[in-house]
């Protein structure tokens, strides 16, 4: 890994502010340039298909009433179903929704699902609200999207913020809207459901563990042992605990966690389930963990650390903290967590990528798992859903990692130019209507 240069030091500084969906067409460009995509169809998947944006009002714990700004973003469907995560957040809105539409697109493509990318929520923060409220909001943004969503038309999923319980909530909403005779066979209008509501058993570590097994694979193609390597992780929610719960039992050495409230760090490890638990106990903040100390919001990316899991929201990887990362390796948990400026550091210092779109795609096959499940009346044992996960992300991580070393490019370009060339055949064996 090379040290970051005084020149590159320079240029970065001076790299614009860029929002979401500024980075996603420029990786978009990159690999549609590389394959040299045809120019009409390039032309299709530059835009969404659908843009839905529904203001609706609730009425709070209080008996007042609030109007909230709820979205979904529908980008293509070529290959299928819209899919893709709800998420209630104070930063969602349209570009942003647009940016993680066009992410599922590529990442349900690169996996091999008969999917394509939607995505959307809530401009909300949920902790300023009770569940009574929250289940309340949650009802009424489904009832405003009912039309809009669908088991074979378009399936959302938990995000940030939303949890299982969400969509039991929405699940039961949809369906509720439907004519008697239909609604058991709309259950799968949703995934990432309870267990006991037609939930796939495992779906809560899916994304997780796909993380953890694709750092697995990456450690396994560059004969590197991950039994005492240290690792940071930012956001210890869902994605952030399953990946540091099985990167543990393979001997790895947590040392560093950031999350909404805070940043702490080990000099020796942190212990997954003790900091697990703590968090639980203190309405999810991992702050004033005993064993461990705290660390500036700013200092945490340049912790020493073998690896860095950024597991939270996008755009946190920058230029501006790029060139201080001391990780060999970064494993994208979220979605867009690293910027383009943010990524040519990266690349530059020798910084390996796994990226977002095969990285994080755990989530999307367990999702696709659940909705088979549901929609062929099964239920599959957690042995049989963590071995089918295993394969599937094995499948995907050998061909990205390839493609990468046979073209001479980066992963995140490899993945794209994967995830597009699939879409492209698809709408040159069929044609565009008219």
Known sequence: MTTITADLKKEVKKAP????????????????NHINLHPNIRKILSITNNEILVNFPVKMD??????????????????????????????VDI?????????????????????GGGKGGIKIDPSKYSESELERITRRFTYALAD?????????????????????WIADTYMSTRPPAER???????????????????????????????????????????KGKKYIVQGFGNVGYWASYFLEKDGALLVGVQDAYGSIKSAN?????????????????????????????????????????????????????????????????????????????????????????????????????EWLQNRNGEIWQLDEVMAKLDKKMQESFNKVYDYSKEEGIDMRTAAFCIAIKRIEKAYIQRGIFP
């Not at 502010?17 to 549609?32: I, L, P, Y």
């Not at 979904?72 to 209630?88: D, E, M």
């Not at 995000?159 to 969400?166: E, F, L, P, Y």
């Open 17 to 32: 502010v860029r929002g979401m969906m500024d980075n996603v067409m420029e990786q978009f460009n990159s690999a549609a």
């Open 62 to 91: 209080n008996g007042d009433v609030e109007v909230f700004t709820g979205y979904r973003v529908q980008h293509n469907s070529a290959l299928g179903p819209y899919k893709g995560g709800l998420r209630y957040h104070p930063t």
């Open 269 to 369: 490890t942190i212990k997954v389930e003790d900091l697990f638990n703590y968090a639980k106990a203190n309405k999810g903040s991992i702050v004033g963990f005993p064993y461990s100390e705290p660390v500036s919001k700013n200092d945490f990316f340049s912790l020493d650390c073998d690896i860095c899991i950024p597991a939270a929201l996008g755009n946190q990887i920058t230029s501006e903290n790029a060139p201080f990362i001391k990780a060999k390796l970064i494993a994208e948990g979220a979605n867009g967590p690293t910027n383009v400026e943010g990524e040519k550091v990266l690349l530059e210092r020798g910084i390996a990528i796994i990226p977002d779109i095969l990285c994080n795609s755990g989530g999307v096959v367990g999702s696709y798992f």
């Open 95 to 115: 570009d942003a929704a647009r940016a993680l539409a066009m992410w599922m697109t590529w990442k349900t493509s690169l996996a091999g699902l008969p999917y």
């Open 148 to 168: 809009n969503i669908g088991p074979e038309h378009d399936i959302p999923a938990p995000d940030v913020n939303t949890s299982s319980q969400t969509m039991a």
């Open 184 to 226: 058991s066979a709309n259950q799968h209008v949703v995934t990432g459901k309870p267990d006991g509501s037609g939930g796939l058993e495992g779906r809560d570590r899916a994304t997780g563990y796909g993380v953890y097994l694709s750092i697995k694979f990456w450690a396994k193609k560059n004969n590197v042992n991950l």
